[in-house]
T-cell receptor, first 114, second 112 residues
Framework: DAMVIQNPRYQVTQFGKPVTLSCSQTLNHNVMYWYQQKSSQAPKLLFH???????NEADTPDNFQSRRPNTSFCFLDIRSPGLGDAAMYLC?????????????FGQGTRLTVV | DQQVKQNSPSLSVQEGRISILNCDYTNSMFDYFLWYKKYPAEGPTFLIS?????DKNEDGRFTVFLNKSAKHLSLHIVPSQPGDSAVYFC???????????FGGGTRLMVKP
């Protein structure tokens, strides 16, 4: 059974048109992450939530925003997508903040910008 | 500045033989290392991990070795199977939290 679910799997949006990607989890994990992965590159962390505390990576563009209305859901909003924002967007969760532990990933949303 | 590097973008191995995937890191604050496996059109799935207090961890056909002095880890798959064909990501985390820093991935192809 899927534990981290991302919708949609594929998203096509127009240049400059706001788009929202969604993620839900059934694991009741405290921490949720959004990663951006471009072809043949490492997944790059955009931001993460520890419960409701939002943490933005220093180099995440202002064009990217996130919302976490409750434990189960987290959204990635791209206010004005550019061609360079086309990528796979991965949502992940983990139970703990400090120390170590594995992260559980969703299947990803592949975003195409036309 | 890439803190986690996988210098081989691809690796081809015959079924039944050993696959060795390598990963190097530069940040001495990393104390936990993980390998993830990714099939096309799917998210990464956790495979195996190792804490910096160990130098080896084994789980079935998968063994991860850590050489802290060299800041190097490797994943051994023995015997390799065609179903192991995927992209393998090395990841590391440190005391700052669970945030994972990923390497660029190695595409493993296991030929029947």
């Amino acid at each position: 059974d899927a534990m981290v679910i991302q919708n949609p799997r594929y998203q096509v949006t127009q240049f400059g048109k706001p788009v929202t990607l969604s993620c839900s989890q059934t694991l009741n994990h405290n921490v949720m992450y959004w990663y951006q992965q471009k072809s043949s590159q490492a997944p790059k962390l955009l931001f993460h939530y520890y419960d409701k505390d939002f943490n933005n990576e220093a180099d995440t563009p202002d064009n990217f925003q996130s919302r976490r209305p409750n434990t189960s859901f987290c959204f990635l909003d791209i206010r004005s997508p550019g061609l360079g924002d086309a990528a796979m967007y991965l949502c992940a969760t983990s139970r703990r903040w400090t120390g170590s532990g594995e992260a559980f990933f969703g299947q990803g949303t592949r975003l195409t910008v036309v | 500045d890439q803190q986690v590097k996988q210098n081989s973008p691809s690796l081809s191995v015959q079924e039944g033989r050993i696959s060795i995937l390598n990963c190097d890191y530069t940040n001495s604050m990393f104390d936990y290392f993980l390998w993830y496996k990714k099939y096309p059109a799917e998210g990464p799935t956790f495979l195996i991990s190792i804490s910096s207090i160990k130098d080896k961890n084994e789980d079935g056909r998968f063994t991860v070795f850590l050489n802290k002095s060299a800041k190097h880890l490797s994943l051994h798959i023995v015997p390799s199977q065609p179903g192991d064909s995927a992209v393998y990501f090395c990841a590391a985390s440190g005391n700052a939290g669970n945030m994972l820093t990923f390497g660029g991935g190695t595409r493993l192809m296991v030929k029947p």
